[in-house]
């Protein structure tokens, strides 16, 4: 008999149902806005909503309530003063943005005695509180840009299918960046003759693959090593019963040091049989029987450190990046302003993803409670690196400010539009991605809108200032919609930061005025200084 499920943290089968969701509501779009078959590729992202059932056979409904996608960041010189272009068309902050006006929607429901699907009734100070049992996930066919997306090539193939589907959260705040305690061992090596070699092995798997020494960095494999420290010996023939497993209940990394008697091979059948752990770096003679190839190298990403921060080292193999930095997307000709996606997801875990103009009207911050990943190339810890544990040192957050740790989970489902699925079924030699950026939220008769360069899919050159031409989420429209419904309110209604406004304030004006929200923002900003910043310039626009 199955065991019953009692939520969706408990369902095996979470991951691959999310993404089914956002598939099918993908496949459901018209096809304007979509790549060009066999030629282009693109990325997904959206926003899930799980709704709690008092049902142990279907304990949670599944819900999109919008869908992103695109790959494209205008340059700074093309940026908008007016708010009427969309700086960044990642799929992720595209889905985000439409999640923003689902928000609105909703609200304009709660305000006006409607019904909400999510919001109760405003209360004594005219806000809105989420229904009980209403949860939002963020869904990305694809690791976000930034730091998530570097990591070491075999710690991808190490962690593939342990993953899968399932959820891992993380609640030890006390953790340094980059530290998974169960899954991270800093071993020492001695240093031997000349002759010593490097070798590096699966912390999960019970086989050792020879390496060269040149790609090892132990800073860039963990950034914790204790002083704790154990000698133990590998015997060419009985290694497994001289090999200690790493039991100690610290939870912090232990070092080892690591003598190897000389081998003609790798101890791998013996080590295997006797299912022993064995840490990422040990110390071995010979590499003349292992390949190498895939782990001297890691993946990149195209994201740029920011210019105030440290930069990347652009040494060879896994030297090449420097991780836990900032960093900004990249862009053709000049360089672009947004922060990388990894770096938003991680804002959004503090600040919530509502911004500070919705949390006028919301009650507490609204925080995704899992990152779903599509099939692709995917590491564990570099995801919990990238989106909240950078977070941990952020301190004296509002009331109601958390530092969010979403669960983070894959799929095996692919997307059929990323890269690699075009890749297999296309005989093109050379793919690039679609430029355009598909925008939907689930609003009853909302049209799906497209978007090319930041403005609406076929706008000629004479109408780009006019109304026509705007994306729905961009700057101006949002603030639009956030003046339509601060304007249908009674004074009774008005949430107490709101009341006493003057007519005549910019979207910059109304945007300082969420105190609570501006308070957890210099909170964040203090951690991560070297943030680029949108200038006040950008803002000072009015709604219409």
Sequence with gaps: MAALIHGWQEDPGFADKIASACYQQYNKLPRKGKPQTGKEWILLAAVVMTVSRDDLCTPYDVKVLSVGTGSKCIGQTKMNKQGTVLHDSHAEVVARRAFLRYLYWQLNNAYRGKGSEIFLSPDKNGRCSLKLGIEFHLFTSHTPCGDASIFRKDFEKDNADENVGQAVHDTDCDRTIGETETKKRTINSLEHSKKTRHQTADENCTSLECGDDKFLNEKTLTDTICDNSSKVSIDDATCACKYPRLTEPSAKSRTLEVTCKPAKKCCTECCSQCNINIPSVVTCIDTSTCNTDDHRDIHRTGAKCVPTGDQDRLQPGVDYHKVGVLRTKPGRGDRTLSMSCSDKIAKWNVLGCQGALL???????????????????FNLDAMQRAVFERCIKIKNLPEGYIIQQPRIVRSQIPFIHSKQEVQQGSSEKKLVP???????????NAQVSVAVNGYRQGVTAKNLGKPGSRCSICKKELFNEFIQLKTALSREQMPQTLLCRSESMTYFDYKQAATEYCQARDQFLMVFDTWVVTSAEFQQFFSE
């Design 359 to 377: 949390s006028h009207f919301i009650t507490w911050p609204v925080y995704f409670q899992s990152i779903v990943i599509g099939s692709c190339p």
């Design 434 to 444: 679609s430029p355009t950026a598909i925008i939907w939220y689930a609003k009853p």
